[in-house]
Every structure is written in C-alpha cells, then in structure tokens.
C-alpha cells in the first residue's frame, strides 16, 4: 500500500508560478509510474502529467504542455510539478496519483492540494 501526501498548492495570480510536491513516507514508490490529476466542480477529472520509473519517460495533457514540469526525486521519496505560466482555467483540486504515467490512472491517491488562480 502506498500513501500518497501533496502540499504546495495555495492562491496566485495569473502569470505566476507554483511548485507541487508529492510524497510517500514509503520507499516503493521510487519502483512506480507517477501522474498528477486535477479536477474542479462540475468538470471531469484531467489528466496534467506523468512520468515513468526511471524518470526519463514524461507525458503532459494538452492543456499544459509548455507551461508544466514533472520530475522526480528518488530520494526523497518525492514527484514534482512545477507550475508556470498559471491561467485562471488552472485553477483545481489537484491529485498525485501512483501506478501509471497516465493518462489513465493507476490505483493509489494522494488527498489532493488546492491551486486556485485570480484574475
């Protein structure tokens, strides 16, 4: 079983930047294809990026390509999303997910952290 905890998330204006952590008190989790999700009310859950076990195989929804970044630090046990160029449309609940790269997801959640984007 793997337990999953997100933090950096908060309230930032358009054009700013966040940096989303994710991470697993379990060692394990360096073996597992990670993804980020997100999801706002009354929309379907979207899939934002993923990246392989060895951290060399990155993936990225359309919405994001060339604004985000996901990475990975062994160890810290840790997957990252660095946020960039943030739009209003950004602004979700957003999920770390382990066991697939996306865009369908594996079977471990995280509580999901907050990003919210103003105008």
């Known amino acids: 079983q793997v337990h999953l905890v997100e933090s950096g998330g908060g309230l930032v204006q358009a054009g700013g930047s966040l940096r989303l952590s994710c991470s697993a008190s379990?060692?394990?989790?360096?073996?597992?294809?990670m993804a980020w999700f997100r999801q706002t009310p009354g929309a379907e859950r979207e899939f934002v990026a993923g990246i392989d076990w060895s951290g060399n195989k990155l993936n990225y929804g359309d919405s994001v390509k060339g604004r985000f970044t996901i990475s990975r630090e062994d160890a810290w046990n840790t997957v990252y999303l660095q946020m960039n160029s943030l739009k209003p449309e950004d602004t979700a609940l957003y999920y770390c997910?382990?066991?697939?790269?996306?865009?369908?997801?594996?079977?471990?959640w995280g509580q999901g952290t907050q990003v919210t984007v103003s105008s």
């Open positions: 997910n382990a066991g697939s790269s996306g865009p369908a997801p594996g079977m471990f």
């Open positions: 379990e060692s394990s989790v360096r073996t597992y294809a």
